[in-house]
T-cell receptor, first 112, second 109 residues
Framework: DAGITQSPRYKITETGRQVTLMCHQTWSHSYMFWYRQDLGHGLRLIYYSAAADITDKGEVPDGYVVSRSKTENFPLTLESATRSQTSVYFC???????????FGSGTRLTVV | EDQVTQSPEALRLQEGESSSLNCSYTVSGLRGLFWYRQDPGKGPEFLFTLYSAGEEKEKERLKATLTKKESFLHITAPKPEDSATYLCAVQAGYSTLTFGKGTMLLVSP
């Protein structure tokens, strides 16, 4: 199916574990983004990528790692999960830097 | 630093009761202002992009307007299915989008 897909939809993990959230888009959009959404903070940018092998930090990058070896995939890794990383994570893509973003359905991550 | 403030935080309307949501912003060199709708448990869904002061865009019961300091999302004769959280975001130059915290709209039958 065309679109942007995030997996898993829900994830519970323990403090200190490594977790990878997956994001796949079928449009060959150049730009991809990771946001987290928390009550009282809204959507905050974690990392983004303008093309394969090009990534840059957003507002809240600490504790996260990204890679983009293929245009269609943009995984987000929490190297050692902490409770403060409990959140809903959204991946998005955009054809160009100036166009609207298309969001995935999100991954709800709980760190216990 | 780009800032986006949305008001009110929450709004409850009766079906058919028109109102407006506000998005005020401070940004150096606005490239675009974006409106999104977000339903519970889902990702934000793109509604509009506005590029310059005076611009207006419409979609069904929604109309977005833009001035140099703020944007309004006017909802005319809302229906219960318009209930959602509405997000505003701004883009300066070739930077990424900066989002406001959203307005939660509830329309009662």
């Amino acid at each position: 199916d065309a679109g942007i897909t995030q997996s898993p939809r829900y994830k519970i993990t323990e403090t200190g574990r490594q977790v990878t959230l997956m994001c796949h888009q079928t449009w060959s959009h150049s730009y991809m983004f990771w946001y987290r959404q928390d009550l009282g903070h809204g959507l905050r940018l974690i990392y983004y990528s303008a093309a394969a092998d090009i990534t840059d930090k957003g507002e809240v990058p600490d504790g996260y790692v990204v890679s983009r070896s293929k245009t269609e995939n943009f995984p987000l890794t929490l190297e050692s999960a902490t409770r403060s990383q409990t959140s809903v994570y959204f991946c998005a893509s955009s054809e160009s830097g100036g166009s609207g973003y298309t969001f995935g359905s999100g991954t709800r991550l709980t760190v216990v | 630093e780009d800032q986006v403030t949305q008001s009110p935080e929450a709004l409850r309307l009766q079906e058919g009761e028109s109102s407006s949501l506000n998005c005020s912003y401070t940004v150096s060199g606005l490239r675009g202002l974006f409106w999104y709708r977000q339903d519970p448990g889902k990702g934000p869904e793109f509604l509009f992009t506005l590029y310059s002061a005076g611009e207006e865009k419409e979609k069904e019961r929604l109309k977005a307007t833009l001035t140099k300091k703020e944007s309004f999302l006017h909802i005319t004769a809302p229906k219960p299915e318009d209930s959602a959280t509405y997000l505003c975001a701004v883009q300066a130059g070739y930077s990424t989008l900066t989002f406001g915290k959203g307005t939660m709209l509830l329309v009662s039958p």
